[in-house]
């Protein structure tokens, strides 16, 4: 069965920093691309960003490019997000999902729980 | 800053017929957009339904299509059930980069 499960949400200071995690299971991590994406408070869903599955192709929404840091270990099956400078516009659920896309088509498919980080003083 | 749309809201009665839109900010969606479709209930993840415009998950209900519509990519709901009143979300690929509509809530009456 597959599971992606995030952890490492929680409570911050605008500017300070946090590093979520994303543990995956019931497949092989190394064969999928991976995104996170995040949802405030009664808002839409908005997507932060993608790695490849060898972390060669990197993209960020431009909404986070130079605060945030997308990093993978294929070995222990996790997904990072490290979130640097960071906002009361941050104030989200992040989620991990699983991503299968080549040159016929994109497949977001599984998604985890989500972890709810909270910027505020 | 590119804009996906899509109807805010919506109403169906069960047992209707609905077709959700998604429409970029660049002009019209093609395949390679590879639209994704997404459903979310209150207090749980988004689901996936739909991806690369058309192809169904293997739990994906069969009352669910996807297709390309008249410049947009469309969620099309046959026989409408209780159960499917939900947010749905479209996701566009934009050469490297996603970028999700603002969401339909769907409501069944």
């Given at each position: ?11 911050v200071q605008p500017g300070g920093s946090l590093r ?40 960020y929404?431009?909404s986070v490019k130079g605060r945030f840091t ?12 490290q979130m640097n400078s960071l906002r009361a516009e941050d ?26 980080v909270?910027v505020?003083? | ?109």
């Amino acid at each position: 069965e597959v599971q992606l499960v995030e952890s490492g949400g929680g409570l911050v200071q605008p500017g300070g920093s946090l590093r979520l995690s994303c543990a995956a299971s019931g497949f092989t991590l190394s064969s999928y691309s991976m995104n996170w994406v995040r949802q405030a408070p009664g808002k839409g869903l908005e997507w932060v960003s993608y790695i490849s599955s060898s972390s060669s192709t990197i993209y960020y929404a431009d909404s986070v490019k130079g605060r945030f840091t997308i990093s993978r270990d294929n070995a222990k099956n996790s997904l990072y997000l490290q979130m640097n400078s960071l906002r009361a516009e941050d104030t989200a659920v992040y989620y991990c999902a699983r991503d299968y896309s080549n040159s016929w088509y994109v497949n977001v498919d599984y998604w985890g729980q989500g972890t709810l980080v909270t910027v505020s003083s | 800053q590119t804009v996906v749309t899509q109807e805010p809201s919506l109403t169906v009665s069960p047992g209707g017929t609905v077709t959700l839109t998604c429409a970029s900010s660049t002009g019209a969606v093609t395949s390679g957009y590879y639209p994704n479709w997404f459903q979310q209930k209150p207090g749980q993840a988004p689901r996936a339904l739909i991806y690369s415009a058309s192809n169904k998950h293997s739990w994906t209900p069969a009352r669910f299509s996807g297709s390309l519509l008249g410049g947009k990519a469309a969620l099309t709901l046959s026989g409408v059930q209780p159960d499917d009143e939900a947010e749905y979300y479209c996701l566009l690929y934009y050469g490297g980069a996603r970028v999700f509509g603002g969401g339909t809530k769907l409501t069944v009456l």
